[in-house]
């Protein structure tokens, strides 16, 4: 996660869970406000917006 004047965006290697289904996976890469997560049981790569916020689809995973 980076934090700078604009906001706070995901980083490539976060592990992240899509809010709606409780799915995981890691950032792979972040282009023009879109971030490209590799999902851990499938290997599918799936599209969200690059910004953490309430709205967002993924939430960052804390590591333990």
């Given at each position: 996660?980076?934090?700078?004047?604009?906001?706070?965006f995901f980083q490539e290697e976060d592990h992240?869970?899509?809010?709606?289904?409780?799915?995981?996976?890691?950032?792979?890469?972040?282009?023009?406000?879109?971030?490209?997560?590799?999902?851990?049981?499938?290997?599918?790569?799936?599209?969200?917006?690059?910004?953490?916020?309430?709205?967002?689809?993924?939430?960052?995973?804390?590591?333990?």
């Amino acid at each position: 996660m980076e934090t700078t004047i604009d906001g706070t965006f995901f980083q490539e290697e976060d592990h992240v869970r899509v809010k709606s289904t409780g799915e995981t996976g890691r950032v792979n890469a972040i282009a023009g406000g879109v971030v490209y997560v590799l999902m851990d049981t499938t290997n599918e790569s799936r599209l969200f917006a690059a910004y953490i916020d309430e709205d967002a689809a993924i939430e960052l995973v804390k590591a333990e």
